[in-house]
């Protein structure tokens, strides 16, 4: 067995328990979607924050240009970055995954005031840490969104592995069952929400999870060391995430 395969024999356990969680049959009112999208609009924004670091690291974006590192994982997060941060809505125009989601939530009837309010603090150039405690965040949230930061603190090959692990190759999985939790009943303020579930499967199911697992073997390497960090770091992620789950199924 390779690393790769060790490290995702590992995951498994906490993968399964996470894609158990009771709160995914809960989810059968408009009102329960509010909530939900409400709480995990925070993990879909500090997704692209994970994701600029990895680029920061594993690219070169600054002035003069200078090449940094593999090719090989310059083009990996490079496409990826392509497909998360310029997407396409259904009319075919540009967007990010994160303003499509906030598209989705406003179709829904979901109060987007509090991560719209960070944002805006953001822009302004407020500290992260400021600007945290300056919005409304279930706990749970909370810590969903600083064990991300910390991640964003670690060394690039641990943040690809909570990226690739605990974010990326996880999506698929989860929305596949929040599909089938819509499907039943199809209003139009479900429209957009349908949509970009449907485009995180698409896009991250199949193409971006490969070129993710590349990634952090390229990363990782034969570095047995740099393989456990990986490891410790990914089971964290999915601990997380489900405690994020349970907040949202207490709400």
């Given at each position: 067995?390779?690393?790769?395969?060790?490290?995702?024999?590992?995951?498994?356990?906490?993968?399964?328990?996470?894609?158990?969680?009771?709160?995914?049959?809960?989810?059968?009112?408009?009102?329960?979607?509010?909530?939900?999208?409400?709480?995990?609009?925070?993990?879909?924004?500090?997704?692209?924050?994970?994701?600029?670091?990895?680029?920061?690291?594993?690219?070169?974006?600054?002035?003069?240009?200078?090449?940094?590192?593999?090719?090989?994982?310059?083009?990996?997060?490079?496409?990826?970055?392509?497909?998360?941060?310029?997407?396409?809505?259904?009319?075919?125009?540009?967007?990010?995954?994160?303003?499509?989601?906030?598209?989705?939530?406003?179709?829904?009837?979901?109060?987007?005031?509090?991560?719209?309010?960070?944002?805006?603090?953001?822009?302004?150039?407020?500290?992260?840490?400021?600007?945290?405690?300056?919005?409304?965040?279930?706990?749970?949230?909370?810590?969903?969104?600083?064990?991300?930061?910390?991640?964003?603190?670690?060394?690039?090959?641990?943040?690809?592995?909570?990226?690739?692990?605990?974010?990326?190759?996880?999506?698929?999985?989860?929305?596949?069952?929040?599909?089938?939790?819509?499907?039943?009943?199809?209003?139009?303020?479900?429209g957009i929400l349908k949509y970009y579930i449907e485009r995180h499967i698409e896009v991250d199911g199949g193409h971006h999870s490969q070129l993710a697992l590349q990634m952090v073997e390229e990363l990782c390497g034969n570095d047995a060391e740099k393989w456990h960090h990986a490891?410790?770091?990914?089971?964290?992620?999915?601990?997380?995430?489900?405690?994020?789950?349970?907040?949202?199924?207490?709400?």
């Amino acid at each position: 067995m390779n690393y790769l395969e060790n490290l995702q024999e590992q995951l498994q356990p906490y993968r399964q328990q996470l894609l158990a969680h009771p709160l995914y049959p809960q989810l059968k009112t408009k009102q329960h979607l509010q909530t939900f999208t409400q709480h995990h609009v925070w993990a879909v924004w500090d997704f692209m924050s994970l994701l600029k670091s990895l680029q920061r690291h594993l690219t070169c974006v600054q002035a003069p240009w200078v090449p940094v590192g593999s090719a090989n994982t310059r083009f990996l997060i490079n496409e990826i970055v392509v497909g998360e941060e310029s997407d396409v809505d259904e009319e075919g125009n540009r967007i990010s995954h994160f303003e499509l989601y906030l598209q989705a939530m406003k179709a829904l009837g979901a109060s987007t005031a509090a991560i719209e309010q960070f944002i805006v603090l953001l822009q302004k150039g407020t500290p992260i840490t400021q600007a945290l405690a300056q919005v409304s965040l279930p706990g749970n949230t909370r810590a969903f969104v600083n064990y991300t930061f910390a991640v964003i603190e670690q060394p690039v090959h641990v943040q690809a592995a909570v990226f690739t692990f605990g974010r990326e190759d996880l999506i698929p999985d989860m929305f596949t069952q929040l599909l089938q939790q819509l499907s039943a009943e199809n209003p139009a303020e479900l429209g957009i929400l349908k949509y970009y579930i449907e485009r995180h499967i698409e896009v991250d199911g199949g193409h971006h999870s490969q070129l993710a697992l590349q990634m952090v073997e390229e990363l990782c390497g034969n570095d047995a060391e740099k393989w456990h960090h990986a490891t410790e770091a990914s089971i964290k992620a999915l601990e997380i995430r489900y405690q994020l789950w349970s907040g949202i199924l207490l709400a």
